[in-house]
T-cell receptor, first 113, second 110 residues
Framework: GNSVTQMEGPVTLSEEAFLTINCTYTATGYPSLFWYVQYPGEGLQLLLK?????DKGSNKGFEATYRKETTSFHLEKGSVQVSDSAVYLCALSERGATNKLIFGTGTLLAVQP | EADIYQTPRYLVIGTGKKITLECSQT?????MYWYQQDPGMELHLIHYSYGVNSTEKGDLSSESTVSRIRTEHFPLTLESARPSHTSQYLCATQWSYEQYFGPGTRLTVT
């Protein structure tokens, strides 16, 4: 079945460091891919998305490219801030009637000043 | 963008009590979902609905039940709460391939 695998956390970085959170997927067909962010005590917010191969999603300085050949959707940011501290969840949407989301396990990012 | 509301935000309740977690949305979306989130952050789908009078169980078995009598309302009920039900419960609605989440209810059963 479809699945999403994320790198385990927590990831601890200093402010202005470069961020990469790895995400790979297994899916039949061509799913849409998403990154969600969850700040402490809140629900999930959609951070960015890509709907087809080679698409690049971007938002708030974060980027991720849909790589079909490596079945990956790694999240990157060039310079993290303390306010980026949160849980990041990678997800895919199954195409078809259900369109259910399959989530990875989430990666906790802690940015220190 | 969807507006999704969940109440209460926090609930501490004793074992054996009946509880209902409320979820409502204002955008008229047909698809709605309930997730249970572990302390380790992983989300598990426990219920979903594709419209009025449509409800299905999700991937994770749950003792909770749901109803969908109105498009905008998707409550989750636990008839008899137990400590094993302690968790974060997230409600979501969907438009196209995107899901929009409410703020969540953090339930603690003592």
């Amino acid at each position: 079945g479809n699945s999403v695998t994320q790198m385990e956390g927590p990831v601890t970085l200093s402010e202005e460091a470069f961020l990469t959170i790895n995400c790979t997927y297994t899916a039949t067909g061509y799913p849409s891919l998403f990154w969600y962010v969850q700040y402490p005590g809140e629900g999930l917010q959609l951070l960015l998305k890509a709907t087809k191969a080679d698409d690049k999603g971007s938002n708030k300085g974060f980027e991720a490219t849909y790589r079909k050949e490596t079945t990956s959707f790694h999240l990157e940011k060039g310079s993290v801030q303390v306010s980026d501290s949160a849980v990041y969840l990678c997800a895919l949407s199954e195409r078809g009637a259900t369109n259910k989301l399959i989530f990875g396990t989430g990666t906790l990012l802690a940015v220190q000043p | 963008e969807a507006d999704i509301y969940q109440t209460p935000r926090y609930l501490v309740i004793g074992t054996g009590k009946k509880i209902t977690l409320e979820c409502s949305q204002t955008m008229g979306h047909d698809k709605m979902y309930w997730y249970q989130q572990d302390p380790g952050m992983e989300l598990h789908l426990i219920h979903y609905s594709y419209g009025v009078n449509s409800t299905e169980k999700g991937d994770l078995s749950s003792e909770s039940t749901v109803s969908r009598i109105r498009t905008e309302h998707f409550p989750l009920t636990l008839e008899s709460a137990r400590p094993s039900h302690t968790s974060q419960y997230l409600c979501a609605t969907q438009w196209s391939y995107e899901q929009y989440f409410g703020p969540g209810t953090r339930l603690t059963v003592t």
